[in-house]
C-alpha cells in the first residue's frame, strides 16, 4: 500500500489533471463555501503564489467551475462550486459516449478473435453509456442538478 494514498485518492478522483491541481481542487472543495486566497492555497501547496494562480487559470480553461474573484484587499481569492465533483461525472458520460461511437465505427476485420474482442468492448461500453444515461434521466427526474443549481444563488 502506497504511503501517499490519500493524495493519489484526489488525484484520482479528478482523473485527467495534474496532481498539484487536484490538490488545489480538493483544497478549495473542502473550505466550501468559504474563499481562499491564492497566497493561502501557495504556501498549503508548498509552490509559488504565480504557480499557484496559473494552475487555477488552466483549471478554468478546462471549464471546471470554480469562482475566482478578488477580495476587498484586492487580492486573488478562489472558490469551489459544490458542481465541479458532479461535472467529473459529466465528463467522463461525454468521454464515454465518444469512445463508444469510435469503437462502433472500427470495422470488423475477418479474424474471428479480434472481432469477438471488438463486440466485447462495444458491448461494455455500450452498457456504461445506458447504464450512465439511466442514472442521468433518474436525477433529472429527481431534479437533483436544479436543485444544486438553485443552492448557487
Given at each position: 500500500m502506497k504511503a501517499n494514498f490519500s493524495d493519489?485518492?484526489?488525484?484520482?478522483?479528478?482523473r485527467g489533471i495534474d496532481?498539484?491541481?487536484?490538490?488545489?481542487?480538493?483544497?478549495?472543495?473542502?473550505?466550501y463555501p468559504s474563499k481562499i486566497s491564492i497566497r493561502v492555497l501557495a504556501k498549503k501547496l508548498k509552490i509559488q503564489e504565480k504557480t499557484t494562480l496559473s494552475l487555477i487559470k488552466k483549471i478554468k480553461i478546462?471549464?471546471?467551475p470554480i469562482l475566482i474573484s478578488k477580495d476587498k484587499n484586492d487580492n486573488d481569492v478562489v472558490q469551489a462550486s459544490m458542481s465541479e465533483p458532479i461535472s467529473w461525472i459529466i465528463k467522463e458520460k461525454e468521454s464515454a459516449e465518444v469512445m463508444l461511437e469510435l469503437i462502433?465505427?472500427?470495422?470488423?476485420?475477418?479474424?474471428?478473435?479480434i472481432n469477438n474482442q471488438k463486440s466485447i468492448i462495444y458491448r461494455?461500453?455500450?452498457?456504461?453509456v445506458t447504464n450512465l444515461n439511466e442514472a442521468f434521466d433518474k436525477w433529472n427526474s429527481l431534479r437533483l442538478f436544479e436543485q444544486l443549481n438553485q443552492n448557487k444563488k
Open positions: 493519489d485518492k484526489k488525484r484520482i478522483a479528478r496532481e498539484t491541481s487536484s490538490k488545489i481542487l480538493h483544497l478549495i472543495l473542502k473550505s478546462l471549464n471546471i462502433g465505427d472500427m470495422k470488423m476485420n475477418g479474424d474471428d478473435k461494455i461500453y455500450d452498457e456504461y
